[in-house]
């Protein structure tokens, strides 16, 4: 059983940088790992993914050149950081843990590729 638990979360100000934790037991750093976000009334979407070596990073096209998706294997940590953040991307992030290896660089990511979840962390930027 993967248990994994977000941290970092908080209220900020438009322009402002902010990380990410997620720390994982289990049996999980020999898959994907990932971070979505979920916005009020939405489904959740895909922000960012890492490949089980963390060698190899996916980038929702809204957050690309902004957010840092890596991994401490040692530490058995998940670390999404946020920069240049815009009200937004205002959400609860979600890390996700057991996504599929095989595609890792051309398919598309979604909720149901990975078994298991964090509780959630809310962010909140301000303009």
């Known amino acids: 059983q993967v248990q994994l638990v977000e941290s970092g979360g908080g209220l900020v100000q438009a322009g402002d940088s902010l990380t990410l934790s997620c720390a994982a037991s289990?049996?999980?750093?020999?898959?994907?790992m990932g971070w979505f976000r979920q916005f009020s009334g939405k489904e959740r979407e895909f922000v960012a993914a890492?490949?089980?070596?963390?060698?190899?990073?996916r980038y929702a096209d809204s957050v690309k050149g902004r957010f840092t998706i890596s991994k401490d294997n040692a530490k058995n940590t998940v670390n999404l950081q946020m920069n240049s953040l815009r009200p937004e991307d205002t959400a609860v992030y979600y890390c996700a843990a057991g996504g599929p290896k095989y595609g890792f660089q051309y398919r598309a990511w979604f909720p149901t590729d990975f078994g298991s979840w964090g509780q959630g962390t809310q962010v909140t930027v301000s303009s």
């Open positions: 890492i490949e089980w070596s963390g060698q190899s990073t």
């Open positions: 289990g049996r999980t750093f020999s898959a994907t």
